[in-house]
C-alpha cells in the first residue's frame, strides 16, 4: 500500500474530526499494570469492529506497521486483515515486512520514522533484539505498540496488543489431556516456537502448566527432550529452564525445521515410544509438517497434534482428519484493536488495557483478546459461520 502520511495539519484535522464524531468523551486511563500474567481467556473469541469513526476524505492515519515475514501464513493473513480494515474505514498506513532479520525490521522503523509517523505498530523478529529499534522511535517522539509479540528489556513500549497467549498453550495441551483419557505411559512428544520470540515461552509455559501433571502421574511419556524430562516433576519452570527445553523443541517456526526435527526424533526413538501419540505442535505451519512425518512412519499407528492460527492449509487438514485441533485467534479483533489503540493515542489519550505483561524492564499495558480451541467438531461454527473464510474454498464441509 502506497504510504500518505500525516503533514501536521492532517493529523489536528484528524483529531478534531474524531473528537467530534465521539462527542468530546474525557480520556480514558490504562488499568494499572501488574507484573502478574493476565487471567485465562474466555472459552470463546470475540469480535471487534473497525474504528467506527471515518475520517474525511483524503485523510490518512499516520501509522506504521512493521511485520516479521511473509513466509509465515500467519503474517500474511495479518496484512490482509489490516489492509481490509485500514480500506474499509478510510485509512491509509505503510506495512511493511522485516524478512526475519532484526537488521531489517530497525531500518523498516528508521524508515517509516523520517516519513513521519506518531504510531509504530511493530511485531518484532527478536523480542530483546528490538529494544533499541522501539527506543529509537521513542527518541523520535512515535509511541509504539508492540503488536502480538512483546518487544522486551525497555520501557519505549506503550502499549501491547496480543492474544491471550498463556490461554493459547493451555488450551493446546488440555486438547491432549482430553484426548489421553486415564491411560498411562502415553508417548509424548513436545515442539516449540522460536527461542528469540517471547511468545514461544509463554506459550509453552500455558502448555506446561497443564501438561506438568499429566507427565508427573505418567499419563503421558515425553520421548524427545532430556531437559523436559529431567524437569517433568516441576510444576513451574523458570525462563532459563524453560529456555533448556526450547533449545531441544525448537522449530523456529519454520516446517523445514520442524520437519527435520521430527524425523531425527522419531529415527532415534524405539518402535515402544511411537504406536499411539500425543504431540504438542507450537502452530499450523509446523503442525503439518510434524504430522506428515509422523504419518509417514510406519510405527506411529496415530497421533494426536495441536495447532495455532487457524492457518487456511491446517483447517482443511483438519476437515480431512490430518491435523486434531488448532487454537482460533480472530486476528480481524486484534487488527481492530490495534487501530483503535493507535487512534485513541492520535489522539493523545490512552487505550484502556486489560490487564498487562512484564517485559524484563517494566510491566507493559496489555489489550487482549481472547482465543477459541478449533476441531472438527465445532470447526464449522468458529470459522465459517462467523464469516472468518468461505465454505466455497474447502471441501468435505
Known amino acids: 500500500m502506497r504510504s500518505k502520511l500525516f503533514s501536521l495539519l492532517a493529523l489536528l484535522t484528524f483529531a478534531s ?29 470475540t469480535s471487534a469492529e473497525a474504528p467506527t469513526a ?26 490482509a486483515r489490516f489492509k481490509e480494515a485500514l480500506d474499509k474505514a478510510g485509512y491509509q498506513a505503510e506495512i511493511l515486512f522485516s524478512e526475519k532479520d532484526s537488521a ?8 517509516l520514522i523520517t516519513k513521519g509517523i506518531k504510531v509504530l505498530i511493530l511485531t518484532p523478529v527478536d523480542g530483546t533484539a528490538a529494544a533499541s529499534t522501539a527506543a529509537a522511535a521513542r527518541a523520535a517522539g512515535v509511541k509504539v505498540i508492540s503488536y502480538d509479540r512483546l518487544i522486551r528489556d525497555t520501557d519505549a513500549v506503550d502499549y501491547y496488543v496480543t492474544f491471550d497467549s498463556l490461554a ?58 532430556s531437559e523436559a524430562i529431567a524437569l517433568q516433576d516441576k510444576a513451574e519452570l523458570t525462563r532459563d529452564e524453560q529456555a533448556k527445553i526450547i533449545a531441544q523443541v525448537t522449530t523456529d517456526w519454520a516446517p523445514a525445521t520442524a520437519k527435520t526435527l521430527a524425523e531425527s526424533n522419531l529415527t532415534t526413538a524405539q518402535a515402544a515410544d511411537k504406536g499411539d501419540v500425543f504431540i504438542l505442535a ?7 509438517a510434524i504430522g506428515d512425518t509422523f504419518h509417514a512412519d510406519k510405527d506411529v499407528k496415530s497421533f494426536v497434534i495441536t495447532g495455532q492460527d487457524a492457518a487456511p492449509a ?44 512484564n517485559n524484563g524492564k517494566v510491566d507493559v499495558p496489555a489489550i487482549q483478546s481472547p482465543v477459541i480451541s478449533v476441531d472438527k467438531a465445532n470447526v464449522k461454527a468458529a470459522l465459517f459461520d462467523s464469516g472468518y473464510y468461505q465454505t466455497s474454498d474447502y471441501t468435505g464441509l
Open 54 to 79: 471515518a475520517p474525511a476524505a483524503g485523510t490518512q492515519l499516520a501509522v506504521g506497521i512493521v511485520l516479521p515475514t511473509k513466509d509465515e501464513t500467519r503474517w500474511t493473513q495479518d496484512e
Open 314 to 357: 491446517s483447517v482443511q487438514y483438519i476437515i480431512d482428519g490430518k491435523q486434531s485441533m488448532t487454537v482460533f485467534k480472530d486476528v480481524r479483533t486484534l487488527v481492530a484493536d490495534s487501530i483503535n489503540a493507535a487512534v485513541t493515542l492520535l489522539q493523545d489519550k490512552a487505550p484502556v488495557a486489560k490487564g498487562s505483561y
Open 282 to 288: 507450537p502452530n499450523d505451519d509446523t503442525a503439518r
Open 17 to 45: 474530526f474524531v473528537l467530534a464524531a465521539c462527542g468530546g468523551a474525557a480520556p480514558q486511563t490504562p488499568a494499572a499494570p501488574t507484573a502478574a500474567a493476565p487471567a485465562a481467556a474466555p472459552t470463546a473469541a
Open 168 to 225: 493459547v498453550g493451555a488450551q493446546q495441551a488440555q486438547y491432549l489431556v482430553d484426548k489421553a483419557g486415564s491411560a498411562k505411559g502415553q508417548p509424548l512428544y513436545i515442539y516449540a516456537g522460536a527461542a528469540s520470540d517471547n511468545n514461544a515461552f509463554i506459550f509453552f509455559q500455558g502448555a506446561w502448566s497443564v501438561l506438568q501433571p499429566k507427565i508427573a502421574d505418567g499419563t503421558f511419556v515425553i520421548k524427545n527432550s
Open 104 to 111: 531489517k525490521e530497525k531500518a523498516n522503523v528508521e524508515s
